[in-house]
């Protein structure tokens, strides 16, 4: 029989290279409901390739609510961009496209990672998740088909050289949605007078979760197997770690509830979580002091 257990929160994974995040959350899934505690609502903040590891935010239940929001936040990436080689991937699945003898010392990277800081436009790998038509851009790619996606602005927040080898260099980036990691290495070889591609990605933050709230894959299904996952569970305000709190009243409360506004004449514009007492109420925005609903939660 069943236990039925409140599951809302988050789960950070260190995730392996290997599976896919929608694998992640199905080993999960599996987990779960082999455990005992049912199928509760459960989905990721942020998809990682299969060849790249680290931080991967699990939602579940009313957490998975945030996930959008989630994606929203910057993130950040420690890479490793192996030169001498393109692929048609941008990393090394992808078969050899073109080749280079130059080999850039750390004087030279230095110089030109002032133009790849603050906004800079970059064109998306054409082996991305991507639509073009309808169809993904990776689907047309593996048909055979030219594809060349649109340049798009991101802007890089920070942008560090860890170390510098014979034929790589170790890079930390921090930087807003929408980014590949893919294409900033591979522009960033080309502007060194190389090609390259990237042979190692770790993502070591996904909004305000950082790598040293992360369980390995493995731990974290044999915590939601267990008796009592929620023990593991960051609670659902941890994804709105940059969010001030808004405290309402029981009334202001039912009112939320249902969808409906409430004001606050004397708040700043802008987002807030709402609660009542310890408990999240509903994300809500104010605007001259009329307070909306954006997310509400299920919780009271």
Request: contains cysteine; aromatic residues 4%; glycine residues 10%.
């Amino acid at each position: 029989m069943e236990r039925e257990t409140a599951l809302n929160g988050w789960l950070v994974v260190d995730k392996p290279v290997g599976p896919t995040s929608a694998q992640v959350v199905g080993k999960l899934k599996w987990a779960l409901r082999n455990g005992g505690h049912g199928k509760p609502k459960i989905g990721h903040g942020g998809t990682l390739d299969p060849l790249a590891s680290g931080v991967l935010p699990i939602a579940l239940g009313e957490a998975t609510k945030l996930a959008g929001y989630l994606l929203n936040g910057p993130k950040a990436y420690r890479f490793t961009l192996a030169f001498g080689a393109a692929t048609a991937t941008d990393d090394a699945e992808g078969a050899i496209v073109a080749t280079s003898d130059v080999r850039p010392d750390a004087a030279a990277i230095a110089a030109v990672l002032p133009a790849f800081t603050g906004p800079i436009r970059q064109r998306p790998p054409a082996y991305s998740a991507l639509k073009v038509d309808g169809e993904r851009a990776y689907a047309l790619a593996r048909a055979g088909e030219a594809v060349e996606l649109a340049e798009r602005e991101v802007t890089i927040l920070q942008l560090t050289c860890e170390s510098v080898e014979a034929d790589a260099a170790t890079f930390h980036v921090r930087c807003t949605k929408g980014t590949y990691v893919r294409s900033l290495a591979r522009d960033l070889a080309l502007a060194l007078g190389s090609v390259g591609h990237v042979s190692a990605l770790r993502r070591t933050e996904a909004g305000p979760f950082r790598l040293e709230q992360a369980l390995s894959l493995d731990k974290c299904v044999e915590v939601v197997h267990g008796p009592a996952p929620e023990q593991a569970l960051l609670p659902l305000t941890a994804g709105l770690d940059d969010i001030p709190v808004l405290t309402v009243d029981p009334q202001e409360a039912a009112a939320l509830k249902q969808g409906r506004r409430i004001l606050r004449p004397r708040v700043k514009p802008g987002q807030y979580i709402a609660t009542l007492g310890p408990v999240p109420v509903a994300l809500v925005e104010v605007l001259q002091g009329d307070v909306k609903v954006v997310r509400g939660f299920n919780l009271l």
